[in-house]
T-cell receptor, first 116, second 114 residues
Framework: NAGVMQNPRHLVRRRGQEARLRCSPM?????VYWYRQLPEEGLKFMVY????????ESGMPKERFSAEFPKEGPSILRIQQVVRGDSAAYFC??????????????FGAGSRLTVL | AQTVTQSQPEMSVQEAETVTLSCTYD???????LFWYKQPPSRQMILVIR??????QNATENRFSVNFQKAAKSFSLKISDSQLGDTAMYFC???????????FGKGTKLSVIP
């Protein structure tokens, strides 16, 4: 079992460019969560998706950020027109059922975005 | 809203010794879950231990154990017989029952000294 796979591990973008981060959940997991870790901070919830549905995007910035989890393929976190404040590590997690604390999330190794 | 506070930004411990990392939280919920995650330099988030609030017995996983004080809203992690591989950031996290979000503290950087 390959676990939660994220790529790229490192991504460098210039201000104004687009960043796309991909997450393949564990086999058999249909629930995906994205978290952001700013420097010197803990992880903060961004969005929860099931296949083809956004369940909760309350942690996503209102502009420039979007996420999808298509029927086929990985989940994508997209950041348009990146700014320096978007520099962070972005973590994806997955679970077989909706996470409720009674089960556990499996995290990927994260994607580190650096905006020049 | 829930908050999680880790008051020790950095700690160090000698190899084979015992260390305790502190965590307090604030919630109005009566049922919830608490977690400790380890983040080594590889950045992978690894679950160390999990506690259910309705269970009075403290959770243990090999060298890792917790001291859960529900009334004080305290959830400390004890690492016994510290090993070099325990060097990492440790994050305390909270999840309300039925909530799919984890709320994390800012972390404690633990260094195990040979």
């Amino acid at each position: 079992n390959a676990g939660v796979m994220q790529n790229p591990r490192h991504l460098v973008r210039r201000r104004g460019q687009e960043a796309r981060l991909r997450c393949s959940p564990m086999k058999g997991h249909s629930h995906v969560y994205w978290y952001r870790q700013l420097p010197e901070e803990g992880l903060k919830f961004m969005v929860y998706l099931q296949k083809e549905n956004i369940i909760d995007e309350s942690g996503m910035p209102k502009e420039r950020f979007s996420a999808e989890f298509p029927k086929e393929g990985p989940s994508i976190l997209r950041i348009q027109q990146v700014v320096r404040g978007d520099s962070a590590a972005y973590f994806c997690a997955s679970s077989p059922l909706g996470f409720s604390g009674a089960n556990v999330l499996t995290f990927g190794a994260g994607s580190r975005l650096t905006v020049l | 809203a829930q908050t999680v506070t880790q008051s020790q930004p950095e700690m160090s411990v000698q190899e084979a010794e015992t260390v305790t990392l502190s965590c307090t939280y604030d919630t109005s919920e009566s049922n919830y879950y608490l977690f400790w995650y380890k983040q080594p330099p590889s950045r992978q988030m690894i679950l160390v231990i999990r506690q259910e609030a309705y269970k009075q017995q403290n959770a243990t996983e090999n060298r890792f154990s917790v001291n859960f004080q529900k009334a004080a809203k305290s959830f400390s992690l004890k690492i016994s017989d510290s090993q070099l591989g325990d060097t990492a950031m440790y994050f305390c996290a909270f999840s309300g029952a039925g909530s799919y979000q984890l709320t994390f503290g800012k972390g404690t950087k633990l260094s195990v000294i040979p």
